[in-house]
């Protein structure tokens, strides 16, 4: 089962950030937290991951709260092209990544 | 950089038949993994190929398997087809078994 929890769905207006939240209280010392996103009918895409401090890359933010029991994705402008499935995922170095359900995002215009 | 590259892109098979999907890893890349992702669900993992040898395994009877080849890139194998069998099958490389996944786009399996 995955050890992560999030929204099945939000909304977000085009050109404003969009916040993914995602719980993952049983995370332990050594994983990290991964966000992927799959647009329909396409393979996972890589967005971004962290182990405890805070992370900027040239598609999104991660933050990770100190106690590392939740984490929020930021998109600084959503676009429509931005809409897709995100998945949270907790994994250690073995590389098996455990898909939960994701939060489809809506972007609209 | 091609990225991850899979074939063939859609298949069609019938129950009981065998079928073989294949994936070319992502340049510089030596770890392969597989996923199984079935409509209206996340992907679920099958197994991860490094250095030639099976590493990790999800939970997937023995109906499935692999092959590593010595230039990285890798084939998934399922033998006696099931209707249930029908999913998207993705492939995923990365620089070492614990770094960032990419994905190739998948290869749609229907088995009728």
């Given at each position: 089962d995955a050890k992560t929890t999030q929204p099945p769905s939000m909304d977000c207006a085009e050109g404003r950030a969009?916040?993914?939240?995602?719980?993952h209280s049983t995370i332990s010392g050594n994983e990290y937290v991964y966000w992927y996103r799959q647009i329909h009918s396409q393979g996972p895409q890589y967005i971004i991951h962290g182990l405890k401090n805070n992370e900027t890359n040239e598609m999104a933010s991660l933050i990770i709260t100190e106690d590392r029991k939740s984490s929020t994705l930021i998109l600084p402008h959503a676009t429509l092209r931005d809409?897709?499935?995100?998945?949270?995922?907790v994994a250690g170095n073995t590389g098996k990544l455990i898909f939960g359900q994701g939060t489809t995002l809506q972007v609209k215009p | 950089d091609a990225g991850v590259t899979q074939s063939p892109t859609h298949l069609i098979k019938t129950r009981g038949q065998q079928v073989t999907l294949r994936c070319s890893p992502k340049s510089g890349h030596d770890t392969?993994?597989?996923?199984?992702?079935?409509?209206?669900q996340g992907p679920q993992f099958i197994f991860q190929y490094y250095e030639e040898e099976e590493r990790q395994r999800g939970n997937f009877p023995d109906r499935f398997s692999g092959h590593q080849f010595p230039n990285y890139s890798s084939e998934l194998n399922v033998n006696a087809l099931l209707l249930g069998d029908s999913a998207l099958y993705l492939c995923a490389s990365?620089?070492?078994?614990?770094?960032?996944?990419?994905?190739?786009?998948?290869?749609?399996?229907?088995?009728?």
């Open positions: 969009a916040n993914l939240p995602c719980n809409t897709a499935v995100y998945y949270c995922i | 392969v993994s597989w996923y199984q992702q079935a409509l209206g990365s620089l070492w078994q614990g770094s960032e996944q990419y994905f190739g786009p998948g290869t749609r399996l229907t088995v009728t």
